[in-house]
């Protein structure tokens, strides 16, 4: 490990400072403990980014370390560099909710919100998630549910992309409408790596301190997001085996979106957004 750089020494304190416990390597205290308090994200996300029912976005980011020592291929990625995962679910508004780090590199991204104790709570119900609801003008019931990318696993809380690249139109809107609120994770990774620079170079510091640096960086961007209305900018955003259930239901969002949830932006974007 190399010397501390000051602003390393700076973030490190912070983390202890916040009162985040680096050993459990997660920020959590934000996750709603309540249906009002999801219902209240997910109506953010619907006026926001137009999709009901939506009560998170989420995604990993790969951090860039130095090779931690005598570990070998642990931490070395699909990308060509060693790093930990960053996994986060972020709200309407950019604030990271659920926070993990740690995680070494080489686990393929469709595998890192399976290790998660978020992953599991969500399984079995212990979310304290919104019973089941009908969609907006519609009779249609749908749970309510988190958005990710293609290399998430597919379940009826949790949404992703159709598979294939044939897919049909009603198929490349449910796409776009997708893409379009599940990028608020992307944005805020974006803003926090363009506002943190400290995580834009290998980090050459113990585990047990990159992680604590790591949580900082977030705990202080969620701050900074709520109290100081120039912290985010349009130049930093932007910088970064499926169940029959699962089936079910992202069928019936496609079906909604192309009817009485249709955007009027929606057909002209699919046209110019590749499939």
């Not at 005598?70 to 930990?84: A, C, D, P, Q, T």
């Not at 549910?145 to 992309?161: H, R």
């Amino acid at each position: 490990m190399g010397k501390l750089s000051k602003h390393q020494k700076i973030a490190i304190a912070l983390a202890a400072s916040i009162n985040l416990n680096t050993k459990k390597k997660n920020m959590g205290e934000r996750i709603p403990g309540n249906e009002t308090e999801w219902k209240e994200i997910a109506e953010e996300f619907e006026t926001k980014w137009n999709f009901s029912h939506c009560v998170g976005s989420c995604d990993g980011k790969h951090i860039a370390i130095e090779k931690p020592h005598e570990s070998g291929s642990l931490f070395y990625n699909y990308k060509g560099f060693f790093s930990i995962v960053l996994f986060a679910v972020v709200n309407a508004n950019y604030e990271f909710m659920y926070v993990h780090t740690g995680t070494n590199g080489s686990i393929a991204d469709g595998a890192i919100l399976k290790c998660k104790k978020f992953h599991k709570k969500m399984i079995n119900n212990s979310l304290n998630l919104p019973s089941p609801s009908p969609l907006p003008g519609t009779d249609e019931i749908v749970p309510y549910v988190f958005l990710g990318d293609s290399a998430f696993a597919l379940n009826k809380k949790f949404m992703k992309p159709f598979p294939f690249k044939n897919i049909n139109r009603m198929q490349r809107i449910f796409k776009y409408r997708l893409s379009r609120a599940r990028r608020v994770v992307e944005n805020a990774f974006g803003i926090l790596s363009s506002r943190f620079r400290v995580l834009r170079r290998p980090l050459d510091l113990d585990l047990e301190n990159v992680d604590a640096v790591v949580l900082a960086c977030c705990a202080l961007h969620n701050f900074l997001r709520k109290r100081v209305p120039t912290y985010i900018c349009h130049s930093n955003i932007n910088s970064e085996n499926i169940g029959q259930d699962g089936n079910i239901v992202r069928n019936k969002f496609m079906d909604y979106f192309n009817s009485v949830g249709h955007v009027s932006f929606q057909d002209r974007m699919i046209d110019v957004v590749p499939p």
